[in-house]
């Protein structure tokens, strides 16, 4: 559960989605000839069209606040936690899980949210401050399961959905270590209207693993192999192949691509301070933006 001053915090801030941007301000006319059902304010994001802006408001306030209606009711958000084995390495898991607690908290604020782990399930599509209680639980019961790798899973996840037709948003937490290629999970997203953000978590173990005479062992299929100096070189080199290789991939599916290096997980830290380490990163990143 997040601290109180994290919440308070947050409150400050609201979710940067291109998905929740696209359809501000839409017209949703429930018949022929009626206008356009009003539903509530929140303050301008970039992308927002001027014309939906509340000048009224703007010369009471001095603050912008776009005119929402019920189309952006209909936006929703998918938060996709990886709990594969290979997120127990380096402090992953604790991280990525106090940042879907943190997005969560700001979404299911503003808009109808859903968690989805890798491995398989889902929490209830809830909204509102009275449910984050039950979302909180199911991620923090995220605990790690071996089966299929994020890659796969996440392909799943998308496979699952019925058509979203620009109107849901998946928020990807993972370190997409996999042996299998993120193109048709990205086709996957596409096909069912999804837009998409990646926050991939790294260890600083996964980009420098320490030197000597070492075992490496493939935590998500318990193969274990010697690695001296030269391996461990060339270990390094394939991450930052990879990582790239992730990245232009993600970039060309037209989604966002954030790279997050989970604090040391052998640094003691209570859950405050791996909130504000985590709430910090998100703001770097522009994951999350003023109200």
Known sequence: MLTARSR??????SLASRALAAVSGERASR??????EFHDFRPY????????????????????????????????LHLV???????????????????????????????????HRVSGGSSRPLQGRAAMRATWTFIDESTGARGSGPVSGLKTFALSLPPQRGTALALVI???????????????????GLDAAFLQVVAAEDLDPPRGELEVVDVETGERRPAGPDEVEAYKREVRRFLERTREAVLRAGYRHLLLVAPPAGEARDAAELEKEAFADLL???????R
């Open 81 to 115: 936690l990886d709990d594969s084995a290979s997120m127990a390495v380096g402090g992953k898991r604790a991280y990525a899980r106090v940042l879907a607690q943190l997005l969560s908290y700001v979404a299911q604020r503003d808009a109808p949210m859903q968690v």
């Open 31 to 36: 018949e022929p000839g009626q206008g356009v």
């Open 45 to 76: 994001q970039p992308g927002d069209e001027l014309r939906y802006v509340d000048w009224r408001v703007y010369a009471r306030t001095g603050r912008l606040y776009t005119r929402l209606h019920q189309a952006e009711r209909a936006v929703k």
């Open 284 to 290: 770097r990143a522009g994951v999350l933006v003023k």
């Open 8 to 13: 308070a915090l947050l409150d400050r801030y």
């Open 174 to 192: 993972s370190d997409l270590f996999e042996d299998a290629p993120l193109r048709p999970a990205l086709s996957a997203l596409k096909a069912r």
